[in-house]
């Protein structure tokens, strides 16, 4: 998604949304994300006020302070940043890939299901298991913050249960254009 992101040509507006549609940025967040409105105060508090930058593509990403803490593609799902995730690595489901996936990853591949199932990767476990089409916090064998932010194509149990093809196309990773930039 962010291959090639340029802030200087990719970025067509920044504007501040109605407080209405802060509003309803804030309840998506906390419908989709697994924290409480606490957590959400100390990320975003009440009184900050967030930008819209409007970037090609369609995709939007959310500031305060320039600092990107959140970004949509289209009307998707809306995801952390990865400096955001490591600050509070707790706000998304994880997942976790094996040594032999960290290379591929940071060159911006999807994940693929041995990478996920084999020794060294991670699935949640059956009791809590995650839908295709679920934001994941993609973490790496051996390493203390994610690596990369996703979304499943596929079940948890069916990654496991098939053990082939795409599991979490990857949204952005370390090394990606949107991690450099520190403010926008």
Not at 30 to 56: D, M, N, Y
Not at 163 to 179: I, P, S
Request: with cysteine.
């Amino acid at each position: 998604m962010f291959h090639k992101f340029s802030s200087s040509t990719d970025v067509t507006s920044q504007t501040p949304p109605k407080s209405s549609v802060q509003r309803s940025i804030r309840a998506a967040i906390l419908s989709q994300w697994k924290i409480g409105v606490e957590t959400l105060e100390q990320i975003w508090p009440k009184k900050e006020s967030l930008i819209h930058v409007k970037c090609r593509n369609h995709i939007s990403i959310y500031t305060i302070h320039g600092e990107p803490l959140f970004f949509q593609e289209s009307d998707g799902p809306i995801y952390p940043t990865l400096r955001l995730l490591h600050k509070y690595p707790f706000v998304l489901p994880m997942v976790g890939i094996d040594r032999g996936a960290i290379r591929f990853l940071l060159s911006g591949a999807n994940m693929m299901c041995p990478g996920l199932t084999s020794a060294g990767g991670c699935l949640p476990p059956p009791e809590n298991a995650l839908p295709a089409g679920t934001p994941v916090a993609i973490f790496a064998e051996g390493k203390e913050h994610a690596v990369a932010v996703g979304v499943t194509k596929l079940g948890t149990e069916e990654m496991r249960r098939v053990n082939k093809d795409v599991g979490v196309e990857v949204v952005t990773h370390l090394g990606d254009e949107l991690w450099s930039q520190q403010t926008l």
